[in-house]
């Protein structure tokens, strides 16, 4: 069955990237992500404890790099009821995150496709977000799903 | 740190992780939402809420994503390494009420230099019904 409203013209979206956006992460800030999650993991608050472990100093909780948030690319779809959902999200993690790093945040759109869903014909989305540090490295990579119908 | 350590041989098919629970407060998500900069007002202003057809202020997504990865940070120790975290919101939870994070590990393997532990993980509310589950790979520490 062709698709009702991923048409070649939306497909063309997959690959759009949105611009960059850097952040330099802050201890503070780290610490006080750590107790809004309510997580007391001495790795996340405690510079004297982080530094005996592996890590030689405090490092992010692996949500914390939502506080970074990327521009996010605009992904026209004409769709009647235009509503939205969160279908979650899939992380992961390749180098710890560290207070004084300056984080590049790129989101891109890598998926689009329709699908018949209870309420009618859906449109999944999957937008990816990576994070590089200074050095380079890719540090996290996020999927996120976002459903339209 | 003096925080317990696992070791890969000390996990089977079926291990339990956590639980982990969490009694989240309206206060908690206003420091989540400064914390994060999610500032979107079904998660602290009740009369918007109630607007968007919501029951009141709903937990963000995000936050129980959040207690996800301690219960699995929490699992993994200082040695070990969140390397896959994935979540899905199938259902809204409420502050004031306890939410509990729990997990078992569905395989074990060897790739490369890496011992891993792929888990299910979940979070379920009062009633017990799972609300966020998600999945899960660590890499853990080997005694070998």
Known sequence: MPNKYVTEEVLKQIGKAAEPRTYEVERGAIRR????????????????????TRFGGMIAPPTFLRSMMAAFPEIRIDIPGNRGLDGGSE???????????????????TDIRESEGRLGPMVFTTVETTYTNQFGQLCAVQRATGIRY | MTRKQ?????????TAIGPLEKQP???QLVKYAGASGDFYQIHYDKDFALKNNLPGVIIHGALKNAFLGQLMTDF???????????VQYRG???????VVCKGRVTRK???GENHLVDCEIWLENAKGEKTTPGAATVILPSRA
Do not use: C, H
Request: hydrophobic share 35%.
């Open chain 2, 25 to 27: 407060t309206t206060q």
């Open chain 2, 109 to 111: 393997y060897v790739e």
């Open chain 1, 33 to 52: 992500f750590a107790d809004a999650i309510g997580d007391d993991n001495p790795l996340f608050n405690n510079e004297v404890e982080a530094r005996k």
């Open chain 2, 92 to 98: 809204m939870d409420q502050p004031g009420s306890t």
């Open chain 2, 6 to 14: 696992i070791y890969f041989e000390d996990v089977e098919v079926g």
């Open chain 1, 91 to 109: 992380w992961e993690y390749f180098e710890p995150i560290r207070p004084g790093d300056r984080i590049t945040v790129q989101a891109r759109v």
């Open chain 2, 76 to 86: 993994a120790g200082e040695l070990g390494w969140l390397r896959k975290l994935s």
